[in-house]
């Protein structure tokens, strides 16, 4: 299985402000997933990030809120734009396919 | 109606008893079912996943699948305190390569006692 980091681990944030997290990969990986745990509720999955095109979002989730750099086979970044407190969540990465996903530590943002 | 129900406990028992988790599902669209340990501010860790209906065992686990009845079972054999933890089942429905993400239960927080 794949290694997978993230940074930043955690963050407090104001709102209004945008975080970017960063995703790196020990190896090269086709599929990147950008899921959000949030307090009580089911991972959910983002977006899908291929390299060298633009990432699939799920429904409820926008680019514009939401966007995704893949700039090459082992790194992603997923931006958390214009922040409110409801954005207070876990977010993670993963690497894989339909069968066997391998996820990072995840990142823990709190909004103020 | 959500598309995988996942009681979320917390269930507890004694070391050593065997542990039942359970997930529901209603999209008959999924084919890979997997099951996930998430220890306390830790990312998800991939346990065992299975195709379709039967059964996968691994050391002390055993994952089950019925397709006809839409359910997912996780047993765990011999239960030590090192497993408590939350777990996650999860589900896809791509067959034959290509990617998709995952759909998930809430988890199930399981505590063993010593």
């Known amino acids: 299985s794949a290694v997978i980091s993230q940074k930043p681990s955690r963050d407090i944030c104001q709102r209004g402000t945008s975080l970017t997290i960063q995703c790196q990969v020990d190896?090269?990986?086709?599929?990147m997933f950008w899921y959000r745990q949030q307090p009580g509720q089911s991972l959910t999955l983002i977006a899908t990030?291929?390299?060298?095109?633009?990432?699939?979002?799920e429904s409820g989730f926008v680019i514009d809120k939401f966007p995704i750099s893949r700039p090459n086979l082992t790194f992603s970044t997923l931006t958390v734009s214009n922040m409110s407190p409801e954005d207070s969540s876990i977010y993670l990465c993963?690497?894989?396919?339909?069968?066997?996903?391998?996820f990072g530590p995840g990142t823990r943002l709190t909004v103020t | 109606q959500k598309e995988v129900e996942q009681d979320p406990g917390p269930l507890s028992v004694p070391e050593g008893a065997i542990v039942s988790l359970n997930c529901t599902y209603s999209?008959?669209?999924?084919?890979?079912f997997m099951w996930y340990r998430q220890y306390s501010r830790k990312g998800p860790e991939l346990l065992m996943y299975?195709?379709?209906?039967g059964n996968k065992e691994d050391g002390r686990f055993t994952a089950q699948v019925d397709k006809s009845s839409k359910y997912i079972s996780l047993f765990i054999r011999d239960s030590q305190p090192s497993d408590s933890a939350t777990y996650l089942c999860?589900?896809?429905?791509?067959?034959?390569?290509?990617?998709?993400?995952?759909?998930f239960g809430k988890g199930t927080h399981l505590i063993i006692q010593p």
């Open positions: 190896s090269q990986v086709t599929m």
């Open positions: 999209n008959s669209a999924f084919q890979y």
């Open positions: 299975t195709y379709s209906s």
């Open positions: 993963s690497v894989g396919g339909s069968q066997e996903q391998y």
């Open positions: 990030a291929n390299q060298g095109s633009e990432a699939t979002y």
């Open positions: 999860a589900m896809s429905g791509v067959i034959g390569g290509g990617a998709d993400g995952l759909t």
